[in-house]
């Protein structure tokens, strides 16, 4: 069974940082791609970025963009979020995704793209 694990998640003030991992159980990231969600309290999912398999190109939600850095490490098939310049407003639940990456077919932060989900982490950013 394909499951995924985040962890990392925690309380920071405003203006901090914190760093989400993100690990593939049953599978490799080989052939995935793989993305972040974060929900917050009442609202809808809602995709904060992603990695195309086939190139490894990048997309990131504008709310994020220029804070927040997306990478994997194949070698030790971990995907990680490193969030800077946190806000109160990235409070949330982040989920890591992945799914089967298509032929020529990039990335995209769509929730009902992905088909496999981890159970998530709680990110609060409070003074």
């Known amino acids: 069974q394909l499951q995924l694990v985040e962890s990392g998640g925690g309380l920071a003030q405003p203006g901090g940082s914190l760093r989400l991992s993100c690990v593939p159980s049953?599978?490799?990231?080989?052939?995935?791609?793989i993305g972040w969600f974060r929900q917050a309290p009442g609202k809808e999912r809602q995709g904060v970025s992603c990695i195309t398999h086939t190139d490894g190109s990048r997309v990131y939600s504008e709310s994020v963009k220029g804070r927040f850095t997306v990478s994997k490490d194949n070698t030790k098939n971990i995907m990680y979020l490193q969030m800077n310049s946190l806000r109160a407003e990235d409070t949330a639940v982040y989920f890591c995704a992945a799914v089967v990456a298509k032929f020529g077919e990039l990335c995209v932060l769509q929730r009902d793209e992905y088909a496999y989900w981890g159970q998530g982490t709680e990110v609060t950013v409070s003074s």
């Open positions: 049953g599978f490799t990231w080989e052939g995935y791609h």
